[in-house]
């Protein structure tokens, strides 16, 4: 009986958190002690979450409010809000249970090292991305090429870049793809210059053929007369006397023009009797 009374002595006497002992950790005034504080950590909590909520929702409102400023940019500020009030949120609740902030902090540090370490392809995808909201080198609905993929850029993270590709499909890039690699942003400038090589027979008449070319792009109204358009003989080549022709338009109109003065050039030299060459080939047999 004696060795049990010492065994639960001894436990009660025991130190077990900040030089407290059991016997002190069951006291009313300690067990009040800790409730206090764990409902005082819970409103710290709640109130954290809240603002950080309310501040992420404004900073990102100031964004979508003015058109001369990047929503992109912006909700990414409000995220790096949220996370550092919620962090120093974090800090508070812990101080209220009398754990030393100092020695968590140089335990994240720490962590952070380790992990960074371990994670460096991932991390470099976070800090390309960094670059990509800062810069803006692209923005969400450009139409760009990047990493040898072609789309409308539909979303920008900090891990990855999606895209959609002129058949609709997702394609999904890492950041430091994106930030690493040359990147074509055909959005950006608000004309495009139209180039195409027409093909005429050695026999034909150059500057009919020239006058059916200007006049069939130019009477399109998408065609633009300042710059002035380049049309000339650049090339003569194996079997056929080439034009090269430089048309500006609007970007927006720029794949549809083409490939619609592609078509109209072909069948109007047709229509003029200007010969268009195309390969041919002969071949002779011999009988026995």
Request: hydrophobic share 45%; glycine share 8%.
């Amino acid at each position: 009986m004696d060795e049990v009374e010492n065994t639960v002595t001894s436990i009660m006497t025991t130190e077990i958190w900040q030089g407290k002992t059991l016997a002190d950790l069951l006291t009313i005034e300690f067990l009040a002690s800790a409730a206090g504080s764990l409902l005082g950590a819970v409103a710290i909590l709640l109130l954290g979450w809240i603002v950080s909520a309310w501040l992420q929702k404004r900073v990102a409102n100031l964004g979508r409010k003015n058109k001369h400023l990047d929503e992109m940019l912006f909700d990414f500020l409000a995220s790096i809000v949220r996370y550092v009030v919620l962090g120093f949120t974090l800090l508070f609740v812990l101080n209220t249970f009398g754990v030393r902030t100092t020695s968590v902090v140089a335990v994240i540090g720490a962590a952070g090292l380790a992990i960074g370490l371990a994670l460096q392809g991932t991390l470099s995808n976070v800090a390309a991305g960094v670059m990509l909201i800062l810069f803006r080198p692209i923005k969400t609905g450009d139409f760009v090429e990047v990493a040898g993929q072609m789309g409308t850029v539909k979303n920008i993270n900090l891990n990855f870049t999606e895209l959609a590709d002129l058949s609709n499909v997702q394609v999904i890039v890492p950041n430091s793809e994106v930030w690493g690699n040359i990147i074509t942003n055909y959005s950006t400038n608000d004309r495009r210059r139209a180039e195409w090589t027409f093909g005429v027979g050695y026999g034909a008449n150059l500057k009919d053929a020239e006058t059916i070319i200007r006049e069939t792009i130019m009477a399109d109204e998408r065609a633009q007369t300042e710059p002035e358009p380049f049309i000339q003989v650049t090339n003569l080549g194996g079997s056929s006397v080439d034009f090269l022709v430089r048309v500006w338009c609007n970007a927006s109109d720029y794949f549809a023009f083409k490939a619609d003065m592609t078509r109209k050039v072909k069948e109007a030299l047709d229509e003029g009797g200007v010969d268009i060459p195309f390969p041919t080939r002969t071949i002779i047999t011999q009988s026995d």
